[in-house]
């Protein structure tokens, strides 16, 4: 088991607007782990509640309303394998409340507004932004603040317009410390399967993944399963493509995936990541699966390989 020989807990660092998908993609790093994953939130750390907030006319994308120092301090904590008490947010009321008792998994994923400022990201053994569009990220906003926050629709709509300065002053910048950047755009496939996607429920993306620790071996991926053969043959418009350029600096790889990827693909995917981590992964998938989640298995590829050089 690929975990067993970590001599401390793996940290993973999500940060990424609010409602951007970093509560969701832990989801998912969660099922890769068989369970062995705590996730702290950068929200509990948070210094006022939404009536406060108000008066104060601050956002919390603004850092001085949250408790950086407390936070890192126990990250610090969480590499020791120490259990400690944390403050909690309520996010059904807005409002800080206390407290509850955290115990260390052997991965950990810290996800937040903040979590690769400086003196955090130091502490973290790997780095992801996440970085929906804009289009994307009011639509998934709206609908989870509505049906899990409390707040009505207008409300939503006038934070989303109140918080876009501060996003680009105090969050946007982070992504160049990542070790992977997910992008996630509206599909651009040219195909009637678009067409009809845009006229109907279901969504239909396109991911770009962008690795800057370049320790990602795309050939593990290829090896195992032939991957051009088997989406040949998927019914549905998938399309996936590779290339390295620079980003903000450094060498990176760059992966576009869009459309759908048939479960039998996906499934060998996932078998071949099972080997890898000797866990029964559950994945659940119906008969495709969007660029989304094929997404989010090549990353856990790419943090499984690390992991294993870390052990
Ligand atoms: N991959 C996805 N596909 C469809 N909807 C998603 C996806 N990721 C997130 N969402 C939607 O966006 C909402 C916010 O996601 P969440 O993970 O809670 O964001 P964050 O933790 O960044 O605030 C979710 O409740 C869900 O409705
Ligand atoms: O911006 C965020 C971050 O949360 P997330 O990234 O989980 O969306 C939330 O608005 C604050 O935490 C306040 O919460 P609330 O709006 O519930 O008072």
């Known amino acids: 088991m690929i975990l067993e020989k970590l001599k401390e807990p793996f940290l ?12 969701t993609f832990a989801e998912s790093v969660r099922k890769i ?47 020791e394998w120490k259990e400690f008490e944390k403050p909690v947010y309520d996010h059904e009321k807005g409002e800080v409340k206390c407290c509850e008792i955290f115990k260390p998994e052997k991965i950990v994923i810290a996800e937040g507004l903040h979590v690769l ?38 409300e939503v709509i006038e934070e989303i317009i109140q918080r876009e300065s501060d ?28 067409i009809s996607t845009l006229l109907g429920m279901e969504e239909m993306y396109r991911v770009r993944l962008i690795f800057t620790n370049l320790s990602f071996e795309l050939d593990h991926v290829t090896l195992n399963v032939d991957l051009s053969r088997l989406i040949k043959a998927s019914e549905r418009d998938f399309a996936i ?23 039998e ?27 989304i ?3 989010k298995l090549l990353l856990c590829w790419n943090l499984v390989e690390i992991i294993k050089m870390k052990g």
């Not at 993973?12 to 509560?23: L, N, P, R």
């Not at 990201?121 to 409390?150: C, N, Q, S, T």
Request: glycine share 6%.
């Open 293 to 295: 989640e094929v997404a």
């Open 33 to 79: 782990f068989a369970g062995n994953v705590a996730t702290i939130t950068l929200d509990d750390y948070h210094k006022y509640g939404r009536k406060e907030r108000k008066k104060l006319g601050i956002t919390p994308l603004n850092p001085e309303m949250t408790n950086l120092d407390l936070f890192r301090e126990h990250l610090k904590l969480i590499k």
């Open 117 to 154: 400022y400086d003196g955090i990201r130091e502490i973290l053994d790997y780095k992801i932004f996440v970085d929906p569009a804009r289009i994307i990220k009011r639509k998934w906003k709206i609908k989870r603040d509505m049906e899990k926050r409390g707040y009505r629709k207008e």
């Open 241 to 263: 493509s590779f290339f390295s350029d620079y980003y903000y600096g450094k060498r990176a790889s760059f992966i576009d995936i869009d459309g759908f990827l048939n479960v």
């Open 265 to 291: 693909i996906f499934e060998s995917l996932l078998d071949a990541l099972r080997d890898e981590t000797g866990y029964k992964v559950r994945w659940e998938a119906r008969e495709y699966v969007n660029s």
């Open 167 to 194: 996003y680009k002053r105090y969050v946007d910048f982070q992504k160049i410390y990542a070790d992977v950047v997910i992008k996630i755009y509206p599909s651009s496939l040219e195909s009637t399967e678009r």
């Open 12 to 23: 993973i660092g999500v940060a990424g607007d609010s409602g951007s998908g970093k509560t």
